[in-house]
T-cell receptor, first 110, second 111 residues
Framework: DVKVTQSSRYLVKRTGEKVFLECVQDMDHENMFWYRQDPGLGLRLIYFSYDVKMKEKGDIPEGYSVSREKKERFSLILESASTNQTSMYLC?????????FGPGTRLTVL | GENVEQHPSTLSVQEGDSAVIKCTYSDSASNYFPWYKQELGKRPQLIIDIRSNVGEKKDQRIAVTLNKTAKHFSLHITETQPEDSAVYFCAAGITGNQFYFGTGTSLTVIP
């Protein structure tokens, strides 16, 4: 059974803070993804990674960066959090074409 | 890039009736079309998918159809039950590349 975990379910941060969201998968998947989910906008891809040390920009990378130092871990970084980054963040890993999502982190930026 | 549109955004049906959710896509190179279900407070999970070399796929009460010429695909749920209430997302993409998701359909099955 594939397991994708995220470091926090809920997070509250202040404007300007540096925020780290971590995602870990236990199935040795090469592909990992970060999405944000907003009502009426669906799932929008922020960044993805096909392998360790590799990263690719998705559709909305502005204001975000990522890190993938180990195969099982994919981190999303908000360098300076802003209120418009308040959202649900979903991590996913992929095997063949099936994406396995984490439980999500609801981030509120005050 | 790919553009996926999904309709309707909300759908209410009586228990036992059928529900249909439709998506269109723009990139004719897309060859993989998954559907994800997200129950309230839970993570999205794959429920069915279809590839471009197939016109229809069925799994018990759910089915997906694909019309490559018109660039649209649909999810059909028959004999709906209260546990089918959820948000459903369609997606389109090329195998091995990123997928593009629709904006979601909130389905409510009324007992």
């Amino acid at each position: 059974d594939v397991k994708v975990t995220q470091s926090s379910r809920y997070l509250v941060k202040r404007t300007g803070e540096k925020v780290f969201l971590e995602c870990v998968q236990d199935m040795d998947h090469e592909n990992m993804f970060w999405y944000r989910q907003d009502p009426g906008l669906g799932l929008r891809l922020i960044y993805f990674s096909y392998d360790v040390k590799m990263k690719e920009k998705g559709d909305i990378p502005e204001g975000y960066s990522v890190s993938r130092e180990k195969k099982e871990r994919f981190s999303l970084i908000l360098e300076s959090a802003s209120t418009n980054q308040t959202s649900m963040y979903l991590c996913a890993s992929r095997y063949t074409d099936t994406q396995y999502f984490g439980p999500g982190t609801r981030l509120t930026v005050l | 890039g790919e553009n996926v549109e999904q309709h309707p955004s909300t759908l209410s049906v009586q228990e036992g009736d059928s529900a249909v959710i439709k998506c269109t896509y723009s990139d004719s190179a897309s060859n993989y079309f998954p559907w994800y279900k997200q129950e309230l407070g839970k993570r999205p999970q794959l429920i069915i998918d279809i590839r471009s070399n197939v016109g229809e796929k069925k799994d018990q009460r759910i089915a997906v159809t694909l019309n490559k010429t018109a660039k649209h695909f649909s999810l059909h749920i028959t004999e709906t039950q209260p546990e089918d209430s959820a948000v459903y997302f369609c997606a389109a993409g090329i195998t091995g590349n990123q997928f593009y998701f629709g904006t979601g359909t909130s389905l409510t099955v009324i007992p």
